[in-house]
């Protein structure tokens, strides 16, 4: 596609459910990242994706968080037993040369309550 | 970890001012992105800066990248309404694998 597509775009979330967020990345791009963005600061890294293969996810929170890119395209974030503290915008990049800089997708604002 | 101190925080100016927007770090960066960030819309890639003591021009706008690639600004010549948005610093460890974020300068341009 033209762009980083997200979806969904907002997501409300009762504590302790699980969630899924959608990154469609564009076409031919070989690494996909995925950053957490709190109200008023920058995004922060949480996992990176070379294809098929997750190189880095030294940044997920904690075990409740998971990705996954089994083909090397669309990639999907899941949060486990939700939490207030999840509550945040979830960002998709993608990149084909990472001195050109990163794509971004509009992101997932996921409200917990 | 590397961090990326961004200043000011908050910027609100007039149409036709000038300002600048300083990304400041102990820890040096193989390369250093800035992007501009719009209310619901994810952050948007301006300009990428490499080499130390680089100046890159994008019409009214300047960056500039520290000579020891540790620090960077951005310059805004007679700003727009249309400038309006969060401004964040990303820089490059080196490996490719991730970015370091500022915390963003929330600019607002008044007309």
Redesign the interface.
Known sequence: GAGVSQSPRYKVAKRGQDVALRCDPISGHVSLFWYQQALGQGPEFLTYFQNEAQLDKSGLPSDRFFAERPEGSVSTLKIQRTQQEDSAVYLCASSSRHLWGYTFGSGTRLTVV | TQL?E?SPQFLSIQEGENLTVYCNSSSVFS?L?W?RQEP??????LV?V?TGGEVKKLKRLTFQFGDARKDSSLHITAAQPGDTGLY?C?G?PG??????????T?LTVLP
Do not use: I, K
């Open positions: 990326l961004q390369s992105q992007y619901g819309e994810g952050p948007v890639l990428t490499v964040l990303a490059d490996s490719a694998r991730q970015l370091t974020f500022g915390s963003g929330q």
